[in-house]
């Protein structure tokens, strides 16, 4: 990375790459490309969440700062933030 801080167009690439992964899970595989498929996608599906996380609390700051009320999220099982 060119040292600029990640962003949206980060986690864009990183949940492409998890549907170019996605394409690869089918029927009748062997276990081991299985297992390396798994081993490959977990650690990129933690990075996405990670990033996802990092923005959206990027956002509501910068919402605060700048007095921009978001609407509640609910997601579900009463989950709302």
């Not at 060119?2 to 949206?8: L, M, P, T, V, Y």
């Not at 498929?37 to 996380?53: E, G, N, S, T, V």
């Not at 605060?64 to 509640?72: C, F, K, Q, R, T």
Request: hydrophobic residues 40%; glycine residues 10%; charged residues 30%.
């Amino acid at each position: 990375m060119s040292g600029r801080a990640r962003d949206w167009r980060d986690l864009r690439e990183r949940l492409s790459d998890l549907g170019d992964l996605a394409e690869e899970i089918a029927p009748g595989l062997d276990w081991g490309t299985y297992r390396f498929l798994f081993a490959i996608i977990a650690p990129m599906a933690q990075d996405a969440a990670d990033l996802a996380r990092d923005l959206e609390t990027e956002l509501r700051n910068l919402a605060a700062e700048n007095g921009v009320e978001l609407p509640p999220l609910d997601l579900g099982e009463g989950g709302t933030r």
